[in-house]
């Protein structure tokens, strides 16, 4: 059985743990298997850019950050674009044939998903993999790189909260998570943030700011904000995208944090500072419950594809590894829910979510 690998959009730590688990399970249990690395995501399918991988290259990976294959962005959007006579698609599906693959395996978040659904509709034989630090595809409780880069946002809040009680200072964190909030909750949650803000709670600049005097005054001159990269004022809750990025812009702020920062100071006179980790979150080692966790999906991988189990990608339901079809929950995202008991967790301790509730 010939199978083809790739990893596709931003990278996480534990892609390298996912490999390593498929190729030894693969090596292991599915007769005369051979395994191609695709480079650079779709990117490599596309130009036709890959290797036969021998076992020794998936040795002394299992706690390297980043991925072995490469990785890269190629938009959902222009996969059925023409360009010189030929889409995306067509070139990919070209270059699995030429390929000779019996299935390929796609590693990747939300928009990997869709271009795979694509791919599986078109005959070829997917099994996808939810990777992202964003924990937001459909139909898994958890992703890989979620929980190591919840202890990366965690750790960061940590230092941050000693030097803002040293200051007595307004710190807010803004941790990645353009679209859903999962990461600034479980890190939020984790580093004993007073406020956190995340993109499904549209937050009230009044209500932030009020929290901030009410601690000040209880005698706590500092406070935390664990704000995500996609949250939203209240007056920028209905906008659509590039209405409330022109508006942002006028200011010169991509995301809602500075204006926060701003505002919080301009209303309550305390001092503000913005930290932003960015793309650390997604580099180094993946966590030690990540490895273990990729280390299943990726040996899960390898069992659907000896059962010809494909159009399908691996889901953690509770304590169980399982798979969806792609087609089912490609396209959908995992929103964190309004009554997620996290959140219910996080109000009954006071933590607020600048809603004013
Ligand atoms: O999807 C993962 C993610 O890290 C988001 O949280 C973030 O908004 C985005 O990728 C950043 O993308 P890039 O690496 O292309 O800057």
Redesign the pocket.
């Given at each position: 059985m010939k199978i083809g690998i790739l990893t596709s959009?931003?990278d996480c730590p534990a892609l390298n743990a996912v490999i390593r688990g498929f190729a030894k399970y693969a090596y292991n249990n599915i007769a005369d298997v051979e395994i191609y690395g695709i480079a650079d995501g779709y990117g490599g399918l596309i130009n036709g850019e890959y290797k036969k991988m021998e076992p020794d290259d998936f040795s002394g990976i299992l706690n390297v950050g980043g991925t072995i294959l490469g990785t890269s962005?190629q938009p959902f959007k222009k996969m059925t674009v023409e360009e010189n006579n030929s889409t995306k698609i067509e070139k990919m599906k070209r270059n699995y044939k030429k390929m000779g693959l019996d299935a390929l395996l796609t590693l990747g978040?939300a928009g990997t998903h869709k271009s795979a659904a694509l791919l599986s509709a078109e005959g070829l034989n997917i099994v996808g993999l939810p990777k992202?630090?964003?924990n937001d595809i459909f139909g898994t409780d958890v992703t890989f790189g979620f929980y190591s880069a919840v202890d990366v946002a965690t750790e960061c809040i940590d230092r941050v909260h000693t030097t803002a009680a040293s200051h007595g200072r307004t710190m807010l964190v803004e941790i990645?998570?353009?679209k859903v909030g999962w990461?600034t909750l479980y890190a939020g949650v984790a580093g004993g943030a007073d406020i956190i803000l995340l993109p499904e709670i549209p937050f009230d600049t009044a209500t932030v700011c009020r929290k901030v005097l009410e601690r000040a005054e209880a005698g706590k001159a500092f406070s935390i904000i664990a704000i995500a990269?996609g949250a939203l004022e209240k007056s920028e809750a209905g906008l659509k995208k590039k209405e409330r990025a022109q508006k942002r812009g006028e200011t010169g702020d991509v995301t809602a944090t500075n204006r926060l920062a701003r505002e919080i100071n301009k209303r309550t006179g305390v001092d503000t500072r913005v930290v932003v980790p960015g793309?650390i979150?997604?580099g180094g080692s993946p966590s030690a419950l990540d490895r273990a966790l990729s280390t299943e999906v990726g040996a899960y991988a390898g069992f659907l594809c000896k059962e010809r189990l494909f159009g399908t990608t691996v889901a953690i339901r509770g304590d169980k590894i399982t798979h969806n079809k792609i087609e089912d929950i490609a396209g959908r995202t995992k929103w964190v829910p309004l009554d997620h008991p996290m959140i219910a967790s996080a109000r009954r301790i006071g933590v607020s979510f600048g809603d004013g509730l």
């Open positions: 959009g931003g962005r978040g992202t630090i964003d990645m998570g353009n990461l990269e793309h979150q997604r």
